[in-house]
């Protein structure tokens, strides 16, 4: 039976996740803020943390239920993992209503006392706002729901659980959701080189992917800090899977997993559009530079890659036409300098004529470039409100 599946993203990146699935091949999908739902089986969560550039974890819905208070929350759960329907005295004053199993999942069995937890929630719009109560009243719940089928109750590990739960209460509803993927899934394992404010990795797939670069040219990045965003460019011209450094996933550890049918998985050929894509990168610092060519390296490419140490502005690039790829300093990071805005906007006009052009701008830098842009996309870089700016450069 189909499970319910949640990938979650950046606020901003919802459409292009939703690609990503479509690419994929699956359909029905319903875009939420910050996250794209859809159905499908153990092995299509399993392909979804393998495969999806932009989700930052893919989640599997345990069940549902009203939640309008504390103890609602704790009869809700209890009755999820103990399979009883609870009496309106148990659930709690004003009433829990009855908790929806997710089809395809037997949360009872899943929450064995064997197995540690620990569990996280978010509250929006409803009258539960704290969140750390929340999670205390279903973790309450759980164990006691454990008590009632096996007559004993599993520990909770803060650290190194054996399942991450996350709890959503929206509009005071609750759903109770088991973490597929442990560490979030930008955290490819070629990354161990930073430097100030680096992109995050799922944020710099999600600029290629805006742009629709059809894997010809070369990558050009004249400010590429670690060198993010030639990396991800690289392996989606390459057709490389953005797990393919990562050593680990939660859905390993749980009841079913079947490790060669995942193995086969990890085999099936993606696209590769670029196979001979060459990467240019350039920084003012040469710290940065060093971090680059250490992820670069770490990340299988440091062969396909020139790096060098400059401005900007003094930076020619290969020929084209081909992708450019830019995460100047912004927001904080350069205060108000509209000036150093104006003259990126005038480089890439006259050095890169022909080419696709992507900006991360900072939310209020994107008319000072001085470009009209093909798309525009918020999103939130961080702590900072920016646009995914992608311009045509004819």
């Given at each position: 039976?189909?499970?319910?599946?949640?990938?979650?993203?950046?606020?901003?990146?919802?459409?292009?996740?939703?690609?990503?699935?479509?690419?994929?091949?699956?359909?029905?999908?319903?875009?939420?803020?910050?996250?794209?739902?859809?159905?499908?089986?153990?092995?299509?969560?399993?392909?979804?943390?393998?495969?999806?550039?932009?989700?930052?974890?893919?989640?599997?819905?345990?069940?549902?239920?009203?939640?309008?208070?504390?103890?609602?929350?704790?009869?809700?759960?209890?009755?999820?993992?103990?399979?009883?329907?609870?009496?309106?005295?148990?659930?709690?004053?004003?009433?829990?209503?009855?908790?929806?199993?997710?089809?395809?999942?037997?949360?009872?069995?899943?929450?064995?006392?064997?197995?540690?937890?620990?569990?996280?929630?978010?509250?929006?719009?409803?009258?539960?706002?704290?969140?750390?109560?929340?999670?205390?009243?279903?973790?309450?719940?759980?164990?006691?729901?454990?008590?009632?089928?096996?007559?004993?109750?599993?520990?909770?590990?803060?650290?190194?659980?054996?399942?991450?739960?996350?709890?959503?209460?929206?509009?005071?509803?609750?759903?109770?959701?088991?973490?597929t993927s442990g560490e979030p899934l930008d955290r490819r394992g070629y990354r161990e080189e930073t430097t100030t404010a680096p992109v995050r990795?799922?944020?710099?797939?999600?600029?290629?992917?805006?742009?629709?670069?059809?894997?010809?040219?070369?990558?050009?990045?004249?400010?590429?800090?670690?060198?993010?965003?030639?990396?991800?460019?690289?392996?989606?011209?390459?057709?490389?899977?953005?797990?393919?450094?990562?050593?680990?996933?939660?859905?390993?550890?749980?009841?079913?997993?079947?490790?060669?049918?995942?193995?086969?998985?990890?085999?099936?050929?993606?696209?590769?559009?670029?196979?001979?894509?060459?990467?240019?990168?350039?920084?003012?610092?040469?710290?940065?530079?060093?971090?680059?060519?250490?992820?670069?390296?770490?990340?299988?490419?440091?062969?396909?890659?020139?790096?060098?140490?400059?401005?900007?502005?003094?930076?020619?690039?290969?020929?084209?036409?081909?992708?450019?790829?830019?995460?100047?300093?912004?927001?904080?990071?350069?205060?108000?300098?509209?000036?150093?805005?104006?003259?990126?906007?005038?480089?890439?006009?006259?050095?890169?004529?022909?080419?696709?052009?992507?900006?991360?701008?900072?939310?209020?830098?994107?008319?000072?470039?001085?470009?009209?842009?093909?798309?525009?996309?918020?999103?939130?870089?961080?702590?900072?409100?920016?646009?995914?700016?992608?311009?045509?450069?004819?």
């Amino acid at each position: 039976m189909a499970l319910g599946i949640v990938a979650t993203c950046v606020l901003g990146l919802e459409e292009i996740l939703e690609g990503e699935l479509h690419a994929l091949g699956y359909e029905d999908l319903e875009r939420e803020r910050g996250a794209v739902t859809f159905a499908g089986s153990w092995k299509d969560c399993w392909r979804a943390n393998w495969r999806l550039r932009t989700a930052n974890r893919v989640l599997v819905e345990l069940g549902s239920w009203d939640g309008p208070d504390g103890p609602a929350l704790a009869a809700g759960a209890r009755e999820l993992v103990s399979g009883r329907s609870l009496s309106d005295g148990q659930r709690g004053h004003r009433g829990g209503g009855r908790s929806r199993p997710q089809s395809g999942v037997d949360t009872g069995a899943l929450l064995h006392p064997d197995r540690s937890f620990a569990i996280q929630a978010t509250c929006t719009a409803s009258q539960v706002r704290d969140s750390r109560w929340a999670a205390l009243s279903v973790k309450d719940g759980l164990v006691d729901g454990q008590r009632d089928r096996y007559g004993r109750r599993a520990s909770v590990e803060r650290d190194q659980p054996d399942l991450h739960l996350r709890l959503r209460l929206h509009h005071d509803r609750a759903s109770l959701l088991l973490d597929t993927s442990g560490e979030p899934l930008d955290r490819r394992g070629y990354r161990e080189e930073t430097t100030t404010a680096p992109v995050r990795e799922q944020l710099a797939a999600a600029c290629v992917l805006a742009s629709g670069w059809d894997g010809r040219g070369p990558v050009v990045d004249p400010m590429c800090g670690s060198g993010t965003l030639l990396i991800e460019a690289a392996w989606i011209a390459l057709g490389w899977a953005p797990g393919l450094l990562r050593s680990r996933w939660a859905f390993e550890t749980l009841p079913g997993f079947d490790a060669g049918a995942f193995a086969a998985l990890r085999r099936e050929p993606l696209p590769a559009p670029g196979p001979d894509v060459g990467l240019f990168g350039n920084d003012l610092s040469a710290e940065a530079i060093q971090a680059a060519r250490a992820n670069l390296g770490r990340a299988h490419l440091l062969n396909r890659a020139v790096l060098t140490s400059g401005d900007a502005a003094g930076f020619e690039p290969p020929p084209g036409p081909g992708l450019v790829v830019v995460n100047p300093p912004h927001g904080a990071r350069i205060g108000t300098d509209a000036e150093r805005w104006r003259e990126l906007g005038d480089l890439l006009k006259q050095r890169y004529r022909g080419w696709t052009a992507v900006v991360l701008a900072g939310e209020d830098r994107g008319k000072q470039i001085g470009l009209r842009p093909r798309r525009r996309i918020p999103v939130r870089n961080g702590p900072l409100d920016g646009r995914i700016l992608v311009f045509d450069l004819f």
